[in-house]
């Protein structure tokens, strides 16, 4: 009993792994095999056990034709029972497969078994002839062409592969060349001019090899006739003429005229044509062609399955003596003709389907054939509606019915699905089979947003409340488990990033808040982009199912710069106090507190007089700034640079210009519209010693421009410089003093001695002063001098290499030059009149 259920259970599971895997057993034999010859265990491959092939009566279902295979009674093989020859079984198809059925009784089984019969090279290749011979002008160019017809080979692959080689001849070569379709034709070319009076005659060897291991060989013998005479030949207007012709044609249909000419006259010009077979060799049988007029016709019929292709070549030969013949080859494209439809049968059906059944699910298994070959006979499957369902092909004729997608049972409870089969033939013939397939619910879909990251740009200053964008995540569940709420999950951004104020960390929901219900996303103030620049946070979208599913977005929010900041002045560079005001929007202005300076009579052209300095809040264009003079217009003795602010004189300064010039500057921005901020410089113009002590208060109070006294300033101003004469006599003293001083100490450097000069091997630090600011450099050993000569505008330094002393005494030095000077004066001070 424990036997006859391990027997029963062993082939319900061989049952259910072959209604799975297709049931397909693949064998393969070489052709020509010997008889007895074993292609396969087929008992072993179908799981039986020793015994069971005779007791259950394994045996092939007659297919029609003979097999050539057959299975042994005794041990369940499969062997060759007579020749096989894949050529006779297949032609040049490739691969060549036979399709068995086998059955199996105790129960009933029926198993598909392909043996694929691989080729040898066992077919040498063939010429039509023994011996061709061809007629050949005396007068025939070298390099003239001539066809020749080609071997064949009915072994494929690289056996059928052939190679052409020509007895040595000084007058002919072999040339072969592959046509358009993939076809090879044949040429004997002409390399050198014939002379019939020295050789009538050539004898030539064609010799055609396969790619077989060993390979296999063919010949023809060519003999070439020089004649004497006619020496033109007729021409085709075409060298390959195609056509294609439908296998049903009847016999007698017009299939095309070929036409060649021929420049000769009288009877030279005459032509006859007629056909030369190239492939297949019988091809004679199934075309005529009226020797006249050149027009093939059909006098055969045409089976798409014995032939596909006929490639022929027509000659024609003029009446001149000898004649002459010009070649051309014609190919027939036979074309199978649709008339079997497809079948589609429904081997296993598993309903109903779990809404949450894994993508690959196979639903059903189905088979489909048709009995037409080629095109006709490929057939193409297809399910309607598209989807949630799909067809995968697992083996020739057999397909799955697999879930591509997820279902939902909510959106639809039942499919009823169509399976459609068309084969390629034209017009296509058609078959279906309809399936139902009912859908068990459970909840699986999550909210999903259109887009994985939304970008949203918002203007600054925008008005609280206003609207941002709007989300939208789909579900498509119904009733509660699509019903979507909304809400900001997480995120935010420093406060005070773009001012750089930092007060801190602070959370998107302080921004911008969602409505749960529309996923409308709203400022919830004003948004200032010197503040925040970018905000990046998440949006959740939650269902009401059980449990709840949610799906996230992210959202990054760019605050757009608004022109909303005018340009600030500067205090000057030294810190010096003053009052500054803030600038006006669009093309107003508002004063800013009067500065001043101070300019020598007779200052050069050029010379910077002050700089302004002012900053924008703004970015981008909104903060590119630039320089107006509004007052005085015209050709004024004063110029400010347009993008750096500085001041300077347009040309010499004459005691004609008056005592004093007031400046008035805007500085205005890129933005639209744009901001400004004006300033007033009143720039006092004296003599040069007392624009050197000015310049010299400046520097020592740090500030490059002072702000005016106010409306009495030029009063006081003018009391003041009658005081100062007493403080020029005492600068002129002390400046006179310290050039003494430092011509002592040159003296006493340029007749010390060199040690001396060397000794002290700290560190040497200059700092000067430049138009641009300030900079320092430091080197050991270095020697610098700073003169105030001139109005310099560049900065100049000199340092001694760093290589430390040689060990011993200091070497004796020759005199050297004084150290080359450097001249550092600031842009803003005026020349020192000694």
């Not at 048709?370 to 509606?385: E, H, K, L, T, Y």
């Not at 809400?487 to 409505?515: F, I, K, L, Q």
């Not at 599913?549 to 030294?574: K, Y």
């Amino acid at each position: 009993m424990a036997v006859c259920v391990r027997a029963v259970v062993r082939v319900l599971v061989l049952q259910a792994a072959w209604a799975l895997g297709g049931g397909q057993v693949r064998y393969s034999v070489p052709e020509e095999a010997k008889g007895g010859t074993v292609v396969g265990r087929l008992a072993q491959d179908l799981g039986l056990e020793a015994g069971e092939a005779e007791a259950r009566r394994l045996r092939l279902v007659a297919q029609g034709r003979r097999a050539s295979v057959e299975v042994s009674g005794a041990s369940g093989a499969l062997v060759v029972s007579s020749r096989l020859d894949r050529e006779e079984l297949c032609g040049k198809s490739a691969p060549c497969a036979l399709r068995l059925e086998v059955l199996l009784e105790r129960p009933l089984r029926v198993f598909h078994v392909e043996v694929e019969v691989t080729d040898i090279n066992d077919n040498a290749p063939l010429f039509p002839a023994a011996l061709v011979n061809l007629s050949l002008s005396e007068n025939s160019p070298p390099g003239s062409r001539f066809p020749l017809e080609g071997a064949s080979d009915a072994d494929i692959g690289a056996n059928a592969q052939l190679s052409y080689t020509l007895s040595p001849s000084e007058h002919f070569a072999l040339d072969l060349q592959k046509t358009e379709d993939d076809t090879e034709s044949l040429f004997l070319v002409l390399r050198k001019g014939l002379d019939r009076e020295s050789l009538a005659e050539h004898r030539l060897l064609l010799t055609a090899r396969d790619g077989g291991r060993p390979s296999l060989t063919g010949t023809v013998e060519l003999v070439v006739s020089v004649l004497d005479a006619n020496d033109n030949a007729p021409q085709f207007n075409q060298s390959v003429y195609k056509v294609r012709l439908p296998e049903n044609t009847e016999m007698g249909t017009f299939v095309l005229r070929v036409n060649a000419t021929d420049l000769d006259e009288g009877s030279n010009r005459n032509i006859s044509y007629s056909l030369q077979s190239l492939f297949p060799q019988d091809g004679r049988d199934v075309f005529g062609i009226h020797k006249k007029s050149g027009e093939i016709y059909l006098r055969g019929s045409l089976d798409f399955e014995d032939v596909g292709v006929y490639r022929i070549q027509v000659d024609a030969k003029d009446m001149g003596n000898p004649p002459l013949s010009g070649h051309c080859k014609v190919v027939v494209e036979v074309l199978d003709v649709n008339d079997n439809a497809p079948e589609v049968w429904v081997t296993s059906l598993s309903v109903p389907v779990a809404e949450d059944a894994s993508v690959g699910t196979v639903v059903a298994l189905l088979s489909v054939s048709d009995r037409d070959s080629g095109a006709n006979g490929r057939v193409r499957c297809a399910v309607w509606p598209p989807s949630p369902f799909g067809l995968v092909a697992t083996f020739a004729g057999s397909y799955s019915l697999v879930l591509r997608e997820a279902l939902d049972r909510e959106r639809v409870s039942e499919y009823e699905v169509e399976v459609r089969a068309e084969d390629g033939g034209a017009p296509p013939l058609r078959a279906s089979r309809g399936l139902r397939v009912p859908v068990s619910d459970v909840n699986d879909n999550a909210p999903a947003f259109a887009q994985a990251v939304y970008t949203v740009l918002a203007r600054e200053n925008n008005a609280a409340g206003a609207e941002l964008a709007r989300l939208w995540a789909r579900d498509p569940d119904e009733a509660g488990n699509g019903r979507v709420s909304y809400s900001v999950a997480e995120g935010g951004a420093g406060a005070g990033s773009g001012s750089g104020s930092g007060s801190g960390w602070r959370p998107a929901s302080s921004y911008v808040s969602v409505d749960a219900e529309s996923g409308r996303l709203w400022a919830l103030q004003p948004l200032d982009y010197e503040e925040l620049q970018v905000l990046q946070f998440e949006v959740r979208a939650v269902d009401a199912g059980e449990p709840p599913l949610c799906g996230n977005a992210t959202v990054q929010l760019f605050v757009v710069d608004e022109n909303d900041n005018a340009p600030a002045l500067l205090p000057p560079a030294g810190g010096g106090p003053g009052p500054w005001a803030a600038g006006e929007a669009s093309s107003s202005s508002s004063s800013a507190g009067s500065l001043w300076a101070w300019a020598a009579w007779g200052a050069p052209a050029g010379q910077v007089v002050a700089k302004i300095r002012a900053v924008d809040a703004d970015s981008g264009y909104n903060a590119w700034l630039r320089y107006e003079l509004w007052e005085p217009r015209g050709k004024g003795p004063f110029r400010v640079g347009l993008y750096s602010g500085e001041v300077s004189t347009a040309r010499a300064l004459e005691e004609a210009d008056g005592p004093r010039q007031r400046l008035l500057i805007v500085v205005r921005d890129h933005g639209e519209p744009s901001r400004s901020a004006t300033a007033t410089l009143s720039v006092s113009l004296v003599e040069g010693a007392e624009a050197a002590l000015a310049a010299a208060g400046a520097v020592s109070a740090g500030a490059g421009l002072r702000p005016a006294a106010g409306a009495e300033g030029g009063a006081a101003a003018a009391a003041a410089a009658s005081a100062t004469n007493v403080w020029l006599v005492v600068a002129i003293c002390a400046v006179s003093s310290l050039f003494l001083l430092a011509v002592v100490l040159y003296g006493a450097s340029r007749w010390a001695p060199r040690a001396a000069v060397l000794a002290g091997p700290g560190p040497a630090t200059l700092v000067c002063a430049s138009e641009v600011g300030s900079w320092s450099y430091s080197q050991r050993q270095s020697r610098s001098l700073c003169v105030a000569d001139g109005a310099g505008k560049s900065d100049l330094m000199v340092f001694s290499p760093n290589c430390p002393p040689p060990p011993g005494p200091a070497p004796k030095e020759p005199p050297q030059e004084p150290p080359a000077l450097l001249d550092t004066v600031s842009a803003t001070r005026p020349p020192l009149a000694l």
